[in-house]
């Protein structure tokens, strides 16, 4: 999968094309925040049940180069909800 990079700061942003793979889910690009040993990947994707449908955002947080830690996360002002990564 070709991506470009765009680095900012302390961070790296990657972006990879969108697939035209058949049995692909995606709906758009992929892009991937890298910051602070955190990834925040974002991307729209079909679903399985309907690929027809609306896409569906897809966001993905993965703690990959920091010890275990709390991730408080809000939706649209509907309060935190907190994860351990």
């Known amino acids: 999968m070709s991506h470009e990079i765009f680095p900012v700061r302390?961070?790296?942003?990657?972006l990879f094309d969108r697939?035209?793979?058949?049995g692909s889910d995606d709906a758009s690009d992929m892009y991937v925040l890298e910051?602070?040993?955190?990834?925040?990947?974002?991307?729209?994707?079909?679903?399985?049940?309907?690929?027809?449908?609306r896409p569906q955002l897809y966001v993905h947080i993965e703690n990959e180069g920091r010890?275990?830690?709390?991730l408080a996360v809000e939706i649209?002002?509907?309060?935190?909800?907190?994860?351990?990564i």
């Not at 302390?10 to 990657?14: N, Q």
């Not at 649209?76 to 351990?84: E, K, M």
Request: charged content about 20%; overall charge neutral.
């Open 76 to 84: 649209s002002n509907s309060g935190d909800t907190i994860h351990q």
């Open 19 to 22: 697939s035209a793979d058949l």
């Open 10 to 14: 302390d961070a790296v942003v990657r």
């Open 67 to 70: 010890g275990p830690t709390e």
């Open 35 to 53: 910051v602070a040993g955190i990834s925040v990947l974002v991307r729209f994707r079909t679903t399985r049940t309907n690929p027809m449908s």
